[in-house]
T-cell receptor, first 112, second 113 residues
């Protein structure tokens, strides 16, 4: 089944403790992206990648890192999480040249 | 800065009503406009629009784009309680060197029985 998977789905952590949220897609998509969704602010793009080893900042990249060592994986790294990074995170992917974007199921992160 | 504005932000209707959701945009490099439905989980794709004046239809939902006036509408006829969700509008401004979708804040639709 074609899909985007994220892990973990739920995470509660403490300020400063490094964490990684994984994202994987099995559709051979070139493009991948991370979003955060906050009440009243909608979905905002954090980072995106247009292919292996090609990543760039979205609208809200501060406090996040990404890597794209393999085409299928695009992990989101929070080196030192803070409470203002408490949010719902979505990974998404798209085939180059296509229009439809596929979303993962979301990761709800709480930083205390 | 690219901007996508949806209105209204929330709407409460009764089953059977018809609703119109609005999405206006100001972007530098328009590629397409997309509508999504989100029900407490990941957004699910509804429509993709690239050309003005061509209505897209799926059951009771339809959408149209006006590239001159820079807006789109999403219509839902004969609403049902299962239509209750947040409806998101996004504009794809991806180009040769970037992959970018700008989302509106969404319209929360509540359909009461």
């Amino acid at each position: 089944e074609a899909q985007v998977t994220q892990n973990p789905r739920y995470l509660i952590t403490v300020t400063g403790k490094k964490l990684t949220v994984t994202c994987s897609q099995n559709m051979n998509h070139e493009y991948m992206s991370w979003y955060r969704q906050d009440p009243g602010l909608g979905l905002r793009q954090i980072y995106y990648s247009m292919n292996v080893e090609v990543t760039d900042k979205g609208d809200v990249p501060e406090g996040y890192k990404v890597s794209r060592k393999e085409k299928r994986n695009f992990p989101l790294i929070l080196e030192s999480p803070s409470p203002n990074q408490t949010s719902l995170y979505f990974c998404a992917s798209r085939l180059q040249g296509a229009y439809e974007q596929y979303f993962g199921p979301g990761t709800r992160l709480t930083v205390t | 800065e690219d901007k996508v504005v949806q209105s209204p932000l929330s709407l409460v209707v009764h089953e059977g009503d018809t609703v119109t959701l609005n999405c206006s945009y100001e972007v530098t490099n328009f590629r397409s406009l997309l509508w999504y439905k989100q029900e407490k989980k990941a957004p699910t794709f509804l429509f993709m629009l690239t050309s003005s004046g061509i209505e897209k239809k799926s059951g009771r939902l339809s959408s149209i784009l006006d590239k001159k006036e820079l807006f789109s509408i999403l219509n839902i006829t004969a609403t049902q309680t299962g239509d209750s969700a947040v409806y998101l509008c996004a504009v794809d401004t991806s180009g040769g060197s970037n992959y970018k979708l700008t989302f509106g804040k969404g319209t929360l639709l509540t359909v009461n029985p």
